[in-house]
């Protein structure tokens, strides 16, 4: 099973207010980022912060409304597809959020790992514009990497590896991320971002170029797009 990791934690100073709430095309980026990470992941760990109380009432709100209205059902045949029995969410919340987008990293990847996945993606909230394709390109070229493998559990247990999109030579979101990579990073307590401790712990990192601007898109001010 492939399972996402969605960073939602932040103050979201620069936007003016909780990113996970501000919409686009009618939906919250959360639920948008969390109908990504879905297409190609059997269940998404998202970590709230700041304002989580709030923030998770009105998200599961707004995912109530959609069920209702039936806007899930395509959701839930792909996750029927890649072998998910169903639409899964779990919840956590960073009481250190004010620390930055790595501390929340690494409790979501630990909350993920939990469920002992073959590949871990990690978003932040603030890229809603991501297309899902993209993500499941790079659920299954970390598959195929992965299954270079196979055969030699040992090995393929111990490999670190970081696949990362890009779009027209700019790296973005989402990271794709081996078990032992993910395990790497959820303890590395002297990185100084998330990019410092991909860096840091990983064997190989490998770019899967696309033509999505979306994983460069990073709508972090009002008048982002």
């Given at each position: 099973?492939?399972?996402?990791?969605?960073?939602?934690?932040?103050a979201?100073?620069?936007?003016?207010?909780?990113?996970?709430?501000?919409?686009?095309?009618?939906?919250?980026?959360?639920?948008h980022g969390?109908?990504?990470?879905?297409?190609?992941?059997?269940?998404?760990?998202?970590?709230?912060g700041a304002?989580?109380?709030r923030?998770?009432?009105?998200?599961?709100?707004?995912?109530?409304?959609?069920?209702?209205?039936?806007?899930?059902?395509?959701?839930?045949?792909?996750a029927?597809?890649?072998?998910a029995?169903g639409?899964e969410?779990?919840?956590?919340?960073?009481?250190?959020?004010?620390?930055?987008?790595?501390?929340?990293?690494?409790?979501?990847?630990?909350?993920?790992?939990?469920?002992?996945?073959?590949?871990?993606?990690?978003?932040?909230v603030?890229?809603p514009a991501v297309?899902?394709?993209?993500?499941?390109?790079?659920?299954?070229?970390?598959?195929?990497a992965?299954?270079?493998?196979?055969?030699?559990?040992s090995?393929?247990?111990?490999?670190?590896?970081?696949?990362?999109p890009?779009?027209?030579?700019?790296?973005?979101?989402?990271?794709?991320?081996?078990?032992?990579?993910a395990?790497?990073v959820?303890?590395?307590?002297?990185?100084?971002?998330?990019?410092?401790?991909?860096?840091r712990?990983a064997?190989?990192?490998?770019y899967l170029?696309?033509?999505?601007?979306?994983?460069?898109?990073?709508?972090?001010?009002?008048?982002?797009?």
């Amino acid at each position: 099973m492939n399972v996402g990791v969605m960073l939602a934690a932040g103050a979201s100073r620069r936007m003016g207010r909780n990113k996970s709430l501000m919409r686009a095309e009618g939906q919250t980026f959360f639920v948008h980022g969390v109908r990504h990470l879905w297409s190609a992941c059997d269940a998404v760990v998202v970590v709230l912060g700041a304002d989580a109380k709030r923030a998770r009432v009105a998200v599961e709100e707004e995912c109530v409304r959609l069920v209702k209205a039936g806007a899930l059902h395509g959701d839930l045949e792909t996750a029927h597809r890649h072998g998910a029995p169903g639409l899964e969410v779990r919840f956590v919340t960073n009481r250190a959020w004010r620390r930055g987008m790595l501390s929340s990293a690494r409790l979501g990847l630990r909350a993920a790992l939990r469920l002992k996945p073959e590949a871990v993606l990690v978003l932040p909230v603030d890229h809603p514009a991501v297309k899902p394709a993209t993500v499941r390109a790079l659920a299954a070229a970390m598959k195929a990497a992965l299954g270079s493998y196979r055969g030699v559990s040992s090995r393929r247990a111990g490999f670190a590896y970081a696949l990362v999109p890009r779009y027209r030579r700019r790296r973005g979101h989402p990271l794709a991320l081996s078990p032992a990579l993910a395990r790497a990073v959820a303890a590395d307590t002297g990185a100084t971002d998330l990019s410092d401790a991909v860096r840091r712990n990983a064997r190989l990192v490998g770019y899967l170029d696309c033509g999505d601007a979306g994983v460069v898109r990073n709508r972090n001010t009002p008048g982002a797009r």
